[in-house]
């Protein structure tokens, strides 16, 4: 082997190995920033989850007034929610609503003590002139933790 060939090859293997050093501080440095993308990605997921599961384990009660022939409505109380609420009851916030139930149907039918989800159960109203729609009603309900819920809203008529 020639004198001059051992010097060559040492630097040589110097430049390879600064070369590789260089190339995988790179890439380390470029799968730090894919890690934390990928991180803030899964954190992302396990709040949706979270989120996702919190609405399931919640009932959402609504209410709706529809007609079911020329002179006759109803009202549904349908639960939207993926929970089963309790304790459904709907109270009409305007002096023209005071009257809308027939007699003896708030007495029969409310509070309705379970409510499963996706399910609903219709009341009859007795509209006349002085009290039609809009009306301002609250439906109160219980989830299944125990904690009370309350939506305000208009009731229309719906077709």
């Known amino acids: 082997m020639p004198p001059w060939?051992?010097?060559?090859l040492?630097?040589?293997?110097?430049?390879?190995?600064v070369t590789a050093l260089a190339l995988s501080w790179r890439a380390f440095r470029r799968t730090g920033r894919l890690t934390d993308l990928q991180t803030r990605l899964a954190t992302l997921d396990l709040a949706e989850k979270k989120?996702?599961?919190?609405?399931?384990a919640r009932a959402d009660v609504r209410a709706v007034l529809f007609d079911v022939g020329m002179h006759s409505h109803r009202i549904a109380l349908e639960n939207i929610g993926g929970a089963t609420a309790t304790d459904v009851d709907?109270?009409?916030?305007?002096?023209?609503?005071?009257?809308?139930?027939?007699?003896?149907?708030?007495?029969?039918?409310l509070?309705?003590?379970?409510?499963?989800?996706?399910?609903?159960?219709?009341l009859l109203v007795a509209?006349?002139?002085g009290r039609w729609p809009p009306f301002k009603v609250a439906?109160?309900?219980?989830?299944?933790?125990?904690?009370?819920?309350?939506v305000e809203d208009?009731?229309?008529l719906t077709e």
Do not use: M, N
């Open 5 to 8: 060939l051992g010097p060559v």
């Open 10 to 17: 040492h630097v040589f293997g110097f430049l390879v190995s």
């Open 51 to 56: 989120g996702v599961q919190a609405l399931l």
């Open 90 to 109: 709907i109270e009409f916030l305007d002096e023209k609503g005071k009257t809308l139930l027939p007699s003896g149907e708030r007495e029969d039918k």
């Open 111 to 122: 509070p309705i003590p379970r409510l499963d989800s996706q399910r609903r159960v219709t």
């Open 127 to 129: 509209l006349a002139s």
């Open 139 to 150: 439906v109160r309900w219980s989830d299944p933790d125990g904690s009370a819920q309350r």
């Open 154 to 156: 208009a009731l229309y």
